[in-house]
């Protein structure tokens, strides 16, 4: 009998090509994707509409639902968080308690909720930053996820819920937009390299954060939900890395496809939020215990996005 896959915050940026993924694995008719939104975005997955901070509908669509895994990926992001922190730490927590609590009653297997580097703060070692070390973050999206990884490590030590998880950095994709994080900036650039040929960043241009590519991603999500659980060794959530740059960097890389691509920079709020979270990340710990491996590099990124922009989205296409 196939397994039941029920997913949280299926429209997001994750959500939206997560869902892909597991009705591929599973079979759509297998998969449920909820959200706040009216309508999910793949027609042929069942869908219904799911508000997070529902504590009771959460627990009536677990119960009626018996999902073997549950994905929980409602959040609050970074910047959207700073404009609201009070929302965004009722979202990002009660949620997650809500979700857990189900899962336990319900017994649900296996439990997949994704933290981030913004769990890290500005006394975190910035560079090759280490799976474990000092983590103190000052924003509330960052505080919530650190939270949430200790609540995730507990739940499994105090009840036995398989919850498993990793530290997301900045993710680039083409198929959904962003959701109002401080490295959407590498989304929106490549829309701007196709529309308009220049693109004002919100960040200065030496501002080097982490990066990983959305099939990247979506894979390993898939491989650590997938690896036998003795090889889960870390319960509170796992550093993930696929590569590291600067808004000039990728600005460079971009310009090799479209001479003439230029930014600007005018540093903002969120300017500060990105000077406090790790330049890269030292994710040896994933490599080593369930064999993670990025396969896109920057280049390898940009000719992809590029390619998918514009023949797949009709992005730039009158240019």
Known sequence: MAEKILIIGACGQIGTELTEALAGIYGAANVLATDVRDSGTAPEVPYQKL????????????????????????????????????????????????????????????????????????????????????????TVYGISKLAGERYAEYYFKRYGLDVRSLRYPGLIGWKSAPGGGTTDYAVAIYYDALQTGVHNCFLREDTELPM???????????????????????????????????????????????????????????????????????????????????????????????????SVKGVGAGA
């Open 212 to 310: 990983l590519y959305m099939p990247d991603a979506i894979r390993a999500t898939l491989e650590i939900m997938h690896a036998p659980a003795e090889q889960i060794r870390i319960r509170s959530s796992y550093n993930l890395a696929g590569m590291s740059f600067d808004p000039a960097t990728i600005t460079a890389s971009i310009a090799n496809h479209i001479p003439g691509f230029h930014s600007t920079y005018t540093p903002d709020f969120r300017q500060a939020i990105a000077d406090s979270w790790p330049a890269s990340i030292d994710d040896s710990h994933a490599r080593s215990d369930w064999g993670w491996k990025p396969n896109f590099d920057l280049d390898a990124m940009t000719a992809d996005m590029l390619l998918n922009l514009r």
């Open 51 to 138: 508000d997070v901070l529902d504590e009771k509908g959460v627990f009536e669509t677990i119960k009626r639902f018996k999902p073997d895994q549950i994905y929980h990926l409602a959040a609050l992001l970074s910047a959207t968080a700073e404009k609201n922190p009070k929302l965004g730490w009722q979202l990002n927590m009660d949620g997650l308690f809500y979700v857990l609590d189900a899962a336990l009653e319900a017994g649900t297997r296996k439990v997949y909720w994704p933290s981030s580097i913004a769990a890290f703060g500005p006394n975190t070692p910035r560079h090759a930053t280490p799976q474990y070390c000092v983590m103190d973050p000052n």
